[in-house]
């Protein structure tokens, strides 16, 4: 069905929070998917976005979802992981680190995953990457677990992987700390170490704290697009079917854009910044650190169906 300039019957405004800055490539692809959802509807369906973190950081944007005052937001890690952190089990240190195994993983696993969202209240319109996480930091490298200790290092409140590596590394005392707090530690100097990928610590201004990167990928971020369920079951199905049409377009952009450009920043990262490559013996110590963080979040954190289910796909 043809559905290209249909015009709706209700006007439709979806309000829609991001950490993205409305330059970045993820604001670039949202605007394009702005104008396509306006055009398609003739002027019916204005997405609304809120840049910047505006509504607070992704926790904060899931909680704004559940209470109506969002209709949807881009997500990473954290915001997923508060409404099902069985989903953070593709975000293990060590288990993904190319792409496409992660993409295998997820496409076997969505099912699940979508299933559980909606149960509790969430609708996923598209699933995506943040990058491939690199060890950044400021006057050191870190080439091997202990160079962590004593460090002044963060983990993001929900996160039930990182506390878990820290304590196993031991003399680790992170802070917990949400994402728009991060720039100001890192330029007071209370944080001197972040594993980001290199596109997010460009575009949110972390990497011009920050002087050392290593080469090697702990691991791949994920990220979605997600809707109040409520909220898109309330939309008339001729805006619907603009929406999901659009959105599928948008995300598959998305993806291979942030693919894209994350490849590109780390480029230009290293292009300015000491960079270094992990020995045989570094990478094999991270290894063995990885392993016992899984061992230790399986049947705890991660359903030993689930967990088993992903790292199938290694």
Known sequence: MAIAGAALADPTTLKIGTLAPPDSPWGHVFKVWKRAAAERSSGAIDLQ????GQQGDDRAMVA????GQLDGATLAGAGLGEIDRQVLVLQLPGLFRERSKLDAARADMRGRFDAS???QGFRVLGWGDVGRAHTMSKGFAVR????VKHRRTFYLPGD???PVVFSLIGDVTPRQIAVPEILPGLTSGSIDLVTAPPLVAEQLQWASRLDTIGEDVAGIGIGALVFSNARWSA???DAKAILAETGRVASEALTRRIRAEDDAALVRLEGRMTH??????EKAEWEKLFVETARRLRGSVFDAATFDEAVRHR
Do not use: C, G, M, Q
């Not at 976005?49 to 910047?52: K, V």
């Not at 704004?64 to 209470?67: E, V």
């Not at 091997?144 to 160079?147: A, F, G, L």
């Open 160 to 162: 039930p992987i990182a």
């Open 276 to 281: 270094y490559a992990l020995a045989p013996s």
């Open 64 to 67: 704004k979802i559940r209470t």
């Open 235 to 237: 939309v008339p199905a």
């Open 144 to 147: 091997v677990p202990s160079d």
């Open 117 to 119: 969202f909606e149960r």
């Open 49 to 52: 976005f809120f840049w910047n």
